[in-house]
Structures are given as C-alpha cells and as structure tokens.
Antibody, heavy 125, light 108 residues
C-alpha cells in the first residue's frame, strides 16, 4: 500500500519561498509509470493542481503558477519536493502530495489515486 | 480555460440515490474522475475513467459520462457518504488538470 507524507514549515513569511517535501513509502518512485504531484486547497475552497514530476525529472506545471513553482525529485530518498517562490497570503492553503496514475493508454491524462494527509501552510508575517 | 461546474449541494435521505453532476463543454470526450473528501481529510478517489471503481470502493458508487455532463451516482446512501465530492479531468488543450467546483452531499 503506497503512502505519502508531506513535511515542511507551516508558516512562511510573505515574499519568501514555500518549501515542502513528500516522502513516499510502500513503493519506489523510481519504478516508473506514475507522476508525483502537488495539489493545494485554499481554506474552504476547491482543489487546484500545482504540477507533477516523473522519476526521470520531467516536470509539468499549472500555467498560472509556472513562473513561481519548482518541483524536484530525489529518488535515493524516495522523495519529491515543492518550492513556491514569492508567496503571498493568497498562497495560504492545505498542500497535498499525490500519486498520478494514467488512464488506459495514458493519452487521456491521469488521475490521483493516492494522497498524503495534507499540510496547512500559512503565509503571514 | 476548461471549466467544470457542479451543484453546490445535494441532499438525500438514507437509503435513497444521490446523483451529482459535473458539467463541462463536451466532457463526454474526456475521462472523468471523482473524489470524496470528508472534513479535515484528504480526498479519496471513488471513480476513475468515467465509471471504474478502485479496489475497496463499494459498488454503490458508479459513474457515467456523456455529452456535456458526467454523473456520479451513489445508491443506497449511508450517513458515512456525507462529504464533498469533486470531479476532475485533464484538459489536453491547456495541458492542465482541472477540478470541479465541488458538491456537498448531505444525508438527511
């Protein structure tokens, strides 16, 4: 059973960089076949896809966040990470890491089948 | 960008059937996935690829997708089904994963 766990600071100052790490257990990131994702949820709101990474390092980002987002992977630690720069109060949210599995032949996109418990990050001075 | 529209709320009595819609332009041409989220918890995948169920998800959860509307159906609703439900697709034109606005299911 794959498990994901987010870790990182719960409070970040405005204009600084938000950094989170997701540790994967019960399966190897290096085995391939999946993308490793970050998704956030503003308080009381819906879900927003931030981006994802393949074990090889290939990344795809939400265009609305692309200029501020970096997702990286450390296969030796079975972890992947999120950095979001120049944060403002609008980046206050619960951040989830999730595994993305492809639909059938992988030409119809991916769905998110395993999720971490989520971590609340508050941007405030 | 691609927009998925869900009703804000659906109310249903125990034992009855709840139907949650997800509207989008020609959504029938896309693969739709559904998530259940209970308060303070992470989302859980309940239906993928329009109508498939992950292991461990009861047969009471089913999905369909045609035209401009996808539907998640919960049969024989139980109190434990009370949650927010989100649909999700991949928009190939923008290479963006899009979630619906969410529907709160209340069991009366």
């Amino acid at each position: 059973q794959v498990q994901l766990q987010e870790s990182g600071p719960g409070l970040v100052k405005p204009s600084q960089t938000l950094s989170l790490t997701c540790t994967v257990s019960g399966g190897s990131i290096s085995s391939g076949g999946y993308y490793w994702s970050w998704i956030r949820q503003h308080p009381g709101k819906g879900l927003e896809w931030i981006g994802y990474i393949y074990y090889s390092g290939s990344t795809y980002y939400n265009p609305s966040l692309k200029s501020r987002v970096t997702i990286s992977v450390d296969t030796s630690k079975n972890q992947f990470s999120l950095k979001l720069s120049s944060v403002t109060a609008a980046d206050t949210a619960v951040y989830y890491c999730a595994r993305a599995s492809c639909v059938r032949d992988c030409y119809s996109g991916y769905y998110f089948d395993y999720w971490g418990q989520g971590t609340l990050v508050t941007v405030s001075s | 960008s691609y927009v998925l529209t869900q009703p804000p709320s659906v109310s249903v009595a125990p034992g009855q059937t709840a139907r949650i819609t997800c509207g989008g332009n020609n959504i029938g041409s896309k693969s739709v996935h559904w998530y259940q989220q209970k308060p303070g918890q992470a989302p859980v995948l309940v239906v993928y690829d329009d109508s498939d169920r992950p292991s461990g998800i009861p047969e009471r959860f089913s999905g369909s997708n045609s035209g401009n509307t996808a539907t998640l159906t919960i049969s024989r609703v139980e109190a434990g089904d009370e949650a927010d439900y989100y649909c999700q697709v991949w928009d190939s034109s923008s290479d963006l994963y899009v979630f619906g606005t969410g529907t709160k299911v209340t069991v009366l």
